[in-house]
């Protein structure tokens, strides 16, 4: 598994075209899954299928609904001299936390089918 971290003030994150504000942290990674097909009652493998599911999770001290809604067809994230764009998306899971000094911070999470990566 390949987890990249990077800073929010370091990358610009944007769902649908629109840039995403009060990002303080991206993580994203992908998560793979194997299912095995076996032979009845001699568990000898037979088949075997994999599948890949990528994910962006954000660190946010904004309401995140505003500009992220809960089926983005698109997050790209840019940084550097990259853009990394994940499509098929959809936000699996939202939590709200509140901190001791009245702030409060989000941790979304993205889950998209597709990953690619341009050079801007």
């Known amino acids: 598994m390949n987890v990249t971290y990077l800073k929010g003030k370091d990358?610009?994150?944007?769902?649908?075209?629109?840039?995403?504000?009060?990002?303080?942290?991206?993580?994203?990674?992908?998560?793979?899954?194997?299912?095995?097909?076996?032979?009845y009652l001699t568990d000898v493998?037979?088949?075997?299928?994999?599948n890949a599911a990528y994910y962006v999770k954000l660190r946010m001290r904004l309401q995140p609904y505003s500009s992220i809604g809960l089926n983005p067809s698109e997050v790209s994230l840019t940084f550097g001299s990259s853009r990394v764009?994940?499509?098929d998306c959809c936000?699996?899971?939202?939590?709200c936390e509140i901190l001791p000094d009245s702030a409060v911070e989000y941790t979304i999470m993205i889950l998209a089918g597709e990953r690619s990566v341009e050079n801007v």
């Open 85 to 87: 764009v994940y499509t």
């Open 91 to 95: 936000v699996e899971n939202v939590k």
């Open 11 to 39: 990358v610009t994150v944007s769902a649908d075209g629109v840039v995403v504000g009060g990002v303080l942290a991206v993580e994203c990674g992908q998560n793979n899954t194997v299912e095995k097909i076996e032979e």
């Open 45 to 50: 493998p037979v088949a075997q299928f994999s």
